[in-house]
């Protein structure tokens, strides 16, 4: 069974693509981003802690400016200053990324784990055949390969993307945007890497081109097996794509779950907010806001961090931080509201 692909349908997902819990191939704990600004430290991304079990796609939304790309940066470690890693880890495979310098870490990126960056399509060098450019990217690695082993790897990748055998000899002013899509995607899967982080991909896509991109992705974690990584905020993508959604939220998470038990039950009021404003094309109904601004990211809120905005706002949240807690099996959030078994409590 598929899950469900239309805005209309998420509310009812009820599949379980869940791998086992146990063979994490990315382990992230307490990661810390930070940016320097004159009047101080920017918290973009706040201990946040997760794990990614191998063939999983793990699903990260929220608004813009949540931490959701700066954590997917640190993975990749190309935070530029003024950003840094101000703590934690990132264990890829039981390596500490956080760790790695140099020739180390070059080696990694690509061969480990590789990234659907933002606009993907626009990416491509506009005066290079797609062959090229997936060439460049083989040999850069792997260094000497002959021509013939090269281009054989090459068709296979399209062939594994959808793309016909034709795209090799095109440059991508010739492609459809999900045609240049999926070669973003052959790209990054060229050197078999154990983790894609796909940054948006299907931003600037039309719907169609967007489900055909989202199968695409997904056929290629079944035959591959590779971990993924999926930002963004499309909540039908979500529900078609990854096993587990995290819902971040000034530089957190704040609710984390196998993503049919998130659409069926949202905890966290954020969530709720989340989902309440996705729109439906069976009824009409007002665009759900969440009123109100983020906090100040320089200063350090004392409590729970979303109590600016939060409908259900108690004198505990202004207090104590709500620590992340398991109210159903996996599905983990972080608030005040409940009891340890979920029962609501105010
Ligand atoms: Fe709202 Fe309090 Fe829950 Fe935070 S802890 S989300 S302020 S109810």
Redo the contacts with the bound molecule.
């Keep these: 069974m598929t899950a469900a692909t239309t805005i209309d349908s998420v509310d009812t997902v009820t599949v379980d693509r869940g791998p086992a819990e146990q063979d994490a191939i990315l382990d992230i704990r307490n990661l810390q981003v930070f940016y320097s600004t004159p009047t101080g430290d920017v918290r973009a991304v706040d201990n946040v802690s997760f794990k990614v079990q191998r063939g999983e796609i793990i699903g990260l939304v929220g608004e813009s400016g949540c931490g959701k790309t700066t954590t997917a940066m640190a993975i990749l470690r190309l935070v530029q200053p003024p950003g840094r890693i101000a703590g934690g880890e990132i264990n890829l495979d039981s390596v500490n990324l956080a760790d790695l310098e140099g020739d180390d870490l070059r080696e990694t990126r690509w061969t480990k784990l590789s990234l659907i960056p933002q606009g993907a399509m626009n990416s491509l060098n506009p005066v290079m055949r797609i062959s090229s450019q997936i060439k460049d990217t083989i040999r850069t690695h792997e260094g000497r390969i002959s021509n013939r082993e090269l281009k054989e790897r090459i068709l296979q990748l399209l062939q594994l993307v959808g793309l016909p055998s034709r795209v090799y000899d095109m440059y991508p002013h010739e492609l459809s945007g999900g045609m240049k899509q999926r070669a973003c995607i052959a790209m990054a899967i060229a050197l078999d890497p154990v983790l894609v982080i796909a940054d948006e991909p299907t931003s600037a896509l039309d719907v169609v081109v967007q489900r055909v991109v989202g199968e695409t992705l997904l056929d290629v974690k079944e035959r591959l097996g590779v971990s993924m990584i999926v930002i963004g905020h499309d909540m039908g993508l979500m529900a078609q794509l990854v096993d587990r959604l995290a819902v971040m939220y000034a530089g957190r998470i704040?609710e984390f779950a196998p993503v049919e038990s998130i659409f069926n039950e949202q905890f966290?009021?954020?969530t709720q907010l989340l989902i309440e404003s996705i729109p439906s094309i069976k009824e009409k109904k007002p665009l759900k806001l969440t009123e109100g601004l983020t906090h100040d990211l320089r200063t350090h809120m004392q409590?729970?961090?979303?109590?600016l905005r939060?409908p259900?706002?108690?004198d505990?949240?202004r207090e104590e931080n709500?620590p992340m807690r398991a109210l159903r099996s996996r599905h983990e959030t972080?608030?005040?509201?409940y009891d340890d078994d979920g029962v609501r409590l105010h």
Excluded: K, R, S, T
């Excluded at 409590?303 to 109590?307: E, P």
């Excluded at 972080?334 to 509201?337: D, K």
């Design positions: 704040v966290h009021p954020y409590g729970c961090i979303f109590q939060c259900h706002v108690m505990i949240c709500p972080a608030c005040h509201l």
